[in-house]
């Protein structure tokens, strides 16, 4: 917007008051913006790989389902499972040395690799992750927890 000078005039001593228009700078500063912008990005980029993933929990849509099409693959972990290292693949017992192995077969064809991991409750955080790795290295992508109702329902 231009100024408007409204003093007196040394050149035009006798008129009075005159009025002289002069126009300002109207330009805008980008170096400020773009400076800042660019510690955003560095700053986003040096963020960006050190925010991990959580857990994906798909909650259901209504209180009814239908049944889950295709065969599940159960692995339960029984009480007794620190001292004999076995494990029920379905219900057949396996060691946890061969669990490996047997899950990779049969998810192989499974267009979803997805195994149902059962575990007793008096067994241990690093007990059903030494599960949990061997279900992994087996090339298993989600590991579902199954667990039971509250008995009030």
Same mark, same amino acid.
């Given at each position: 917007?231009?100024?408007? $000078?409204?003093?007196?005039?040394?050149?035009?001593?006798?008129?009075?008051?005159?009025?002289?228009?002069?126009?300002?700078?109207?330009?805008?500063?980008?170096?400020?913006?773009?400076?800042?912008?660019?510690?955003?990005?560095?700053?986003?980029?040096?963020? @960006?790989?050190?925010?991990?993933?959580?857990?994906?929990?798909?909650?259901? @849509?209504? $209180?009814?389902? %239908? %049944?889950? %099409?295709?065969?599940?693959?159960?692995?339960?972990?029984?009480?007794?499972?620190?001292? $004999?290292?076995?494990?029920?693949?379905?219900?057949?017992?396996?060691?946890?040395?061969?669990?490996?192995?047997?899950?990779?077969?049969?998810?192989?064809?499974?267009?979803?690799?997805?195994?149902?991991?059962?575990?007793? $409750?008096?067994?241990?955080?690093?007990?059903?992750?030494?599960?949990?790795?061997?279900?992994?290295? @087996?090339?298993?992508?989600?590991?579902?927890?199954?667990?039971?109702?509250?008995?009030?329902?």
């Amino acid at each position: 917007m231009p100024k408007v $000078s409204t003093g007196h005039d040394a050149a035009a001593p006798g008129r009075g008051r005159s009025r002289r228009v002069t126009t300002s700078l109207a330009e805008i500063n980008v170096v400020p913006l773009v400076d800042v912008m660019l510690v955003l990005l560095i700053i986003f980029m040096v963020a @960006a790989p050190m925010i991990q993933r959580g857990v994906d929990v798909k909650l259901p @849509a209504a $209180s009814r389902t %239908q %049944q889950m %099409q295709g065969e599940r693959v159960y692995v339960t972990v029984p009480a007794t499972f620190r001292q $004999s290292r076995m494990v029920f693949l379905g219900d057949r017992p396996v060691r946890l040395d061969q669990l490996q192995e047997l899950v990779r077969q049969k998810v192989e064809n499974l267009p979803d690799k997805q195994v149902y991991l059962r575990g007793d $409750s008096t067994i241990t955080y690093q007990e059903l992750m030494d599960v949990f790795d061997r279900l992994k290295g @087996a090339g298993v992508q989600n590991i579902g927890l199954v667990n039971r109702p509250p008995e009030g329902r």
